[in-house]
């Protein structure tokens, strides 16, 4: 009897397909997805387009550890605490790996709702300790990007690129927001500069809510786990009415590092994105570059208004490229643009050239960075079978710190006695240049790679 009753159950299983969607539910999908892509966004950017506020209030008017800085001094001091964020931030890829465990939607609830609450206590921060409180909340929720995987999973494999390139595009225009709350609620007075979070917070909270409504689990997720299912049903027939399931697949930051090391255009392409990202800090330095070169608050606020629409129009370019050309030669294109246009960014801020054409460049380094950086990530996504890929991400972006730690050491120490142009310029340009032309030559294209397909071997 207890053989019939498995046989059974394996037979129900294989019947079994995915849980149905609601009608028009890929297109409410998207919808929700660049909602909380401009979440992101804006969590991302808010705090490096008020730098020179915080600084000066906190490090240069204030006291921190009972004395006054020199901007450079506190800009050093703040970055110095703020590794204490990325220390904490280590835990992100651990939290990241759950989505291979308990799905992507529960991730992707707490992670929106995370970013929120990180805004709000900036918000009503009164002391540099709350505003870190507020900080390194954002560290660690804005980094497991669970959006990013929801639509890799859910778009056509051969428009993966595209459609996950207009979302980001439509999204990343938001960042426009930063600008307009400067002028509207801050008055271009940098002592109003708490006033810019509240509003993202409010909003963050009202997209927890429709993804909890309306969001469901990605269907390559579903299907992983159906197939697993399956599995275990036909080798408990097989076993002859003993007990006798099959493994399922390991998950989890450790197996996705092991699994790391041993693919070698994964090992090669994470070693190429840890360059890559340690130029991350000199990289969003832009507004206090413009601050020490002595722009305006008015201009700072007008430079900033161009990247938002240059970045969306790039990041948009950059999908129907990478689905065209593939995603090696689109990393190499934009991270050329990156650091032309990074070196006249320096130019036209040390020169008080027109604010326009200062953040025409600012906009388009810091979206051919973010363009490259994005489109390394996608790659690893695509040499990974399903049941590991949420914990390959959270493992590079466990590996990817040690970069990004070298270049804070480089730029903090370096800006207490050259400019901070130059060091941002001395370590950046050559972190990108060589990177994108490593990633060119030594990693394979995945352009139209079936997520489904990707074979399950050592893991």
């Not at 560290?139 to 639509?151: E, R």
């Not at 099959?246 to 930051?253: C, I, L, Q, S």
């Not at 092991?258 to 994105?273: A, N, S």
């Amino acid at each position: 009897m207890k053989n019939k009753d498995r046989t059974v159950e394996a037979e129900h299983i294989g019947r079994q397909g995915p849980p149905k969607r609601y009608a028009l539910y890929f297109a409410v999908l998207l919808l929700v997805i660049v909602l909380v892509d401009i979440l992101d966004n804006l969590a991302t950017n808010i705090g490096a387009n008020i730098t020179s506020s915080f600084i000066t209030e906190f490090f240069v008017n204030g006291k921190v550890f009972g004395k006054s800085y020199a901007y450079e001094e506190g800009l050093a001091l703040h970055n110095t605490i703020s590794l204490i964020g990325y220390v904490i931030a280590l835990l992100a890829p651990f939290y990241k790996s759950l989505a291979d465990k308990i799905g992507r939607k529960p991730l992707f609830v707490l992670s929106s709702l995370g970013m929120s609450a990180g805004l709000l206590v900036i918000f009503a921060c009164r002391s540099y300790l709350s505003f870190l409180i507020g900080s390194f909340m954002l560290s660690f929720f804005i980094g497991s990007d669970i959006q990013i995987l929801y639509v890799l999973e859910e778009a056509p494999k051969d428009k993966r690129a595209t459609v996950y390139s207009l979302l980001k595009g439509i999204g990343g225009l938001s960042a426009v927001a930063i600008p307009a709350m400067r002028a509207t609620l801050m008055h271009n007075d940098p002592t109003r500069w708490r006033s810019v979070y509240l509003l993202p917070g409010l909003y963050g909270l009202a997209v927890t809510v429709l993804i909890v409504l309306l969001a469901k689990e990605t269907r390559v997720y579903q299907e992983n786990r159906l197939a697993k299912r399956r599995q275990e049903g036909t080798d408990r027939q097989d076993a002859a009415g003993e007990k006798k399931a099959a493994p399922a697949g390991k998950t989890g930051v450790v197996t996705a590092v092991k699994y790391i090391f041993r693919h070698r255009d994964l090992r090669t392409l994470i070693l190429i994105k840890m360059l890559f990202d340690a130029a991350i800090v000199a990289m969003t330095n832009y507004e206090s570059i413009m601050y020490r070169a002595n722009m305006s608050t008015e201009a700072i606020t007008t430079a900033e208004f161009y990247y938002p629409f240059l970045y969306c129009g790039a990041v948009i370019i950059s999908g129907f490229l990478a689905d065209r050309i593939g995603r090696k030669k689109t990393v190499l294109i934009f991270g050329l643009i990156c650091a032309a246009s990074f070196a006249l960014f320096v130019l036209s801020a040390n020169a008080l050239w027109s604010p326009a054409l200062v953040g025409i460049c600012y906009g388009l380094y810091l979206g051919g960075y973010w363009i490259g950086r994005d489109y390394m990530e996608i790659i690893s996504t695509e040499m990974v079978p399903t049941h590991i890929r949420a914990s390959i991400m959270g493992a590079e972006g466990l590996l990817v710190y040690i970069g990004m730690g070298v270049g804070f050491a480089f730029v903090n120490i370096g800006i207490l006695f050259l400019p901070l142009w130059l060091v941002c310029s001395v370590f950046a340009l050559p972190c990108i240049l060589v990177s994108v032309l490593l990633l060119r030559g030594k990693v394979r294209e995945t352009a139209g790679v079936d997520y489904e397909a990707i074979a399950e071997d050592g893991v």
